[in-house]
């Protein structure tokens, strides 16, 4: 490799970061489905050519695919070797939970590029699709005791070689999903990125050379390592300790443990879950490429000037016991992994909150309450409604939370009001903050938020929800108290009900004008209640997020002279 002065590798870092962020945004225009089109789910970056590892990844993309696009790679790698045919042009496509990590529902394309007639890195897509089959319209399937419950499941397979695509393989992939024209719509948006991404990177190397960029990549993953080495030196050595829980796995309702053991020594660290639950028979299990991946988001959030690099992840180990639901193998269903990586999240902070808590911000609301509601319109044709939505964010040393905000496992926004119904046939009765479920503290929670979803059609529906933090509230930190935990219920003739499970139900019958509902959980509160100032609470109380009685309960200051 050839030395590379500061002033050219900011600017090749800047082109090759623009390269990715076109490549989303390319995905973003093109895409069918709200959950890619609207909410962003999706990702792509630039990989390395022999290892995998993440190189540059596009600032729209969600940053759990940061590390486990990695282990994506490594598999087409692999199944290149083995085969023995990688040509130019090649693209692969799959959909594996337990190679590429995260779940069934992110479909995976990458895509060799090459320069010279050597290959020089890969450009990769993933993209969460709208339906890929199995038992739950939406995929999300709180029962599922294995992957083929959840989704069809797709190996590394090529859906183009040296530039011709295979139609084979989209026939297979359209038989196998609900939503057909979706899937071609958003299987298109994917192509056309990776077509911009290789024209771009053309450009890139006719201005600088194939040696430049290549030492510009090199350096990239250096300085992210070193930059990473430097945070930790700034921390106290020491060992600290989190644990926290999920509801239930979706078939037994009993309580799952993710326990961490933080250690910083120096310039390393490591991240140990030994002790977490064993691998269970619902999908809240997750592979270990998205563990990994996890262990990457928490640090990037707690460390935020790092780079988007695989080189961050050099100083630290992370530790997971084989036969953990942290690890689990092939054929577990893992269709849940939103929840798991949430919790993981979670106790990362709490355990560095001991080390050092002005760095780290409380729980957030730890639950996408992935909704799914579907039916048959009155011409047979099937319409699938699945989205996510917000909750609380915690307090920090310096603020309050984020009201209403997207979980940290991501940058993804959650769709428009105005889009789902538009698309589908049903109505927000309301969609509004949720009072009083913000933990106290000096810096309070942020609110959740309240959806009440109303079904239009004369046919009916049917909804499913893959929820948590119904029964283990969001916890605060340095002495701030819990969110308000997670609450849903759906309308039948007799009136509202909850599930047994709390959190998780299938194959909900909906008839014409009747509803589910979602209150999300609120974030944690940062420092103690009795430190938050009057004028503070005043405001709170004036905006709605806040009630006199709760404030009165829980501050025990006369706050009504502060004003707001």
């Known amino acids: ?46 990989y390395h050519a022999s290892t995998g590892d993440t190189l540059v990844q596009g600032k729209s993309g969600l940053p759990i695919f940061v590390g486990v696009m990695s282990f994506a790679v ?23 939970a337990h190679i590429g990590g995260t779940h069934l529902s992110d479909m995976r394309l990458v895509r060799p ?40 499941v797709l190996p590394p397979v090529k859906l183009a070689r040296a530039g011709k695509i295979n139609q084979d393989i989209i026939d297979i992939l359209l038989r196998n999903t609900r939503l057909p024209q979706s899937a071609m719509g958003d299987l298109n948006g994917q192509l056309g990125a990776l077509d911009l991404g290789i024209k771009r990177m053309d450009e890139l190397l006719d201005e600088y050379s194939g040696p430049t960029v290549a030492s510009a990549l090199d350096a990239l993953g250096h300085r992210a390592e070193a930059l990473m080495r430097a945070e930790l030196t700034d921390l106290p050595n020491g060992r600290w300790e989190a ?63 790092l780079p988007a690099n695989a080189g961050v992840m050099r100083p630290i180990d992370v530790i997971v016991p084989e036969g953990s639901l942290l690890s689990a193998v092939f054929p577990a269903p893992t269709g849940g992994y939103t929840e798991t990586i949430l919790r993981m999240i979670d106790v990362v902070f709490s355990a560095f909150a ?76 309301t ?32 909804a499913f929800l893959f929820g948590e933090r119904g029964k283990f509230a969001p916890k605060g930190i340095v002495q701030g108290e819990e969110g308000a935990m997670n609450v849903f219920s759906y309308e039948q003739d007799e009136g509202w009900q909850n599930p047994p499970l709390v959190s998780k139900m299938r194959g909900i019958k909906l008839r014409q004008g009747q509803a589910v509902r979602l209150e999300t959980p609120g974030g944690g509160g940062y420092g103690p209640a009795s430190a938050r100032a009057a004028r503070d609470i005043a405001r709170d109380v004036a905006r709605g997020l806040v009630s006199a009685n709760a404030a009165d309960q829980a501050y025990g200051i006369d706050w009504r002279e502060a004003g707001p």
């Open 354 to 429: 001991k080390a050092a808590p002005t760095r780290v911000v409380a729980n957030a609301y730890g639950t996408i309450n992935a909704l799914s509601i579907a039916g048959k319109r009155a011409n047979g044709q099937p319409w699938v409604m699945f989205s996510f939505y917000g909750g609380g964010h915690g307090g920090s040393v310096e603020t309050d939370g984020l009201n209403h905000g997207n979980a940290p496992i991501s940058t993804a926004t959650i769709p428009p009001m105005e889009i789902l119904e538009a698309a589908y046939p049903v109505m927000f009765r």
């Open 74 to 96: 490594q598999a087409v790698i692999e199944k290149a070797a083995k085969d023995g045919d990688l040509t130019d042009g090649d693209i692969y496509i799959f959909n594996d």
């Open 431 to 462: 969609w509004g903050l949720r009072a009083d479920s913000g933990g106290h503290g000096t810096q309070r929670g942020g609110v959740g938020a309240i959806y009440e979803i109303e079904v239009l059609e004369d046919n009916g529906a049917e």
């Open 243 to 305: 644990e926290d829980f999920l509801d239930n796995d979706g078939i037994v309702d009993e309580p799952l443990s993710i326990k961490v053991a933080l250690e910083i020594k120096d310039d390393q660290m490591t991240l140990d879950f030994t002790g977490s639950a064993p691998q269970c028979a619902g999908p809240v299990n997750i592979a270990l490429p998205t563990t990994v991946a996890t262990a990457y988001v928490a640090v990037k959030h707690i460390f935020p000037a």
């Open 113 to 152: 590029y090459y320069r010279d007639g050597q290959l020089f890195c890969y450009l990769a897509s993933v993209g969460h699709w709208h339906d890929v089959g199995g038992a739950v319209p939406g995929n999300y399937n709180p029962a599922a005791t294995d992957v083929f419950q959840e989704a069809f």
């Open 1 to 46: 490799m050839m030395e590379i002065d500061p002033i050219t590798l900011s600017v090749l870092a800047g082109r090759m970061e623009q390269i990715a962020d076109e490549m989303d945004a390319t995905l973003f225009r093109a895409a069918f489905n709200p959950i890619i089109a609207e909410a962003h789910d999706a990702s792509h970056g630039l």
